[in-house]
């Protein structure tokens, strides 16, 4: 079973700080994603990554930045946090040649 | 890009009880993916149906694609307390897998 772990799980933040939610896979997957969800909706895709040291924006990047230092790991960065961006934080990976995305437990932000 | 759309926000069922989740699309799909997200969760994938195919089972769920009507459904049979959950449908598109999801579907089996 795919292991994608997110740190930390929740996070109350002040609005204008800054804010890095983490992400770790040990399956060695190429492929990893940041998604968003709002309470009643579906989740929406901000940046994912096909290779270690490379991101790519995905439908709604405005407000997040993504790095991606190693092959394991994946971190989104709101350099300045808004109320608009509470919200909780999917994490997922994939590898190259399958078709089954392994989504982390999430991580709930609530910025005030 | 068009969303999957789930056609029920809320279904409330029996334990035992068959249930079936529609969703629709708008826009030409190579595949469709049903996900269940449980309380505290991430989705989970269930099933995946490829645009050439018309069902796919797997255990007691059963996925349908339609596409001359742009429309897909998940039945789940003999439902438990365990099925309670959000179910999602998603459309890959582009490369690298990226997913649009639904808004979900609220399934309680349970009180």
């Excluded at chain 1, 790991?73 to 995305?101: H, M, P, W």
């Excluded at chain 2, 249930?19 to 993916?33: D, E, F, G, R, W």
Aim: overall charge positive; charged content about 20%; glycine content about 8%.
């Amino acid at each position: 079973e795919a292991a994608v772990t997110q740190s930390p799980r929740s996070k109350v933040a002040v609005t204008g700080g800054k804010v890095t939610l983490s992400c770790h896979q040990t399956n060695n997957h190429d492929y990893m994603y940041w998604y968003r969800q709002d309470t009643g909706h579906g989740l929406r895709l901000i940046h994912y990554s096909y290779v270690a040291d490379s991101t790519e924006k995905g439908d709604i990047p405005d407000g997040y930045k993504a790095s991606r230092p190693s092959q394991e790991n994946f971190s989104l960065i709101l350099e300045l946090a808004s109320l608009s961006q509470t919200a909780v934080y999917f994490c997922a990976s994939k590898d190259r040649g399958a078709t089954e995305v392994f989504f982390g437990k999430g991580t709930r932000l609530t910025v005030v | 890009s068009q969303l999957a759309e789930e056609n029920l926000w809320a279904l409330s069922v029996h334990e035992g009880e068959s249930v079936t989740v529609n969703c629709s699309y708008k826009t030409s799909i190579t595949a469709l993916q049903w996900y269940r997200q449980k309380s505290g969760e991430g989705p989970a994938q269930l099933i995946l149906i490829r645009s050439n195919e018309r069902e796919k089972r797997n255990g007691r769920l059963r996925a349908t694609l339609d596409t001359s009507s742009q429309s897909s459904s998940l039945s789940i049979t003999a439902t438990r307390c365990e099925d309670t959950a959000v179910y999602f449908c998603a459309r890959p598109f582009g490369s690298f897998n990226k997913l649009t999801f639904g808004a979900g579907t609220r399934l309680a089996v349970c009180p």
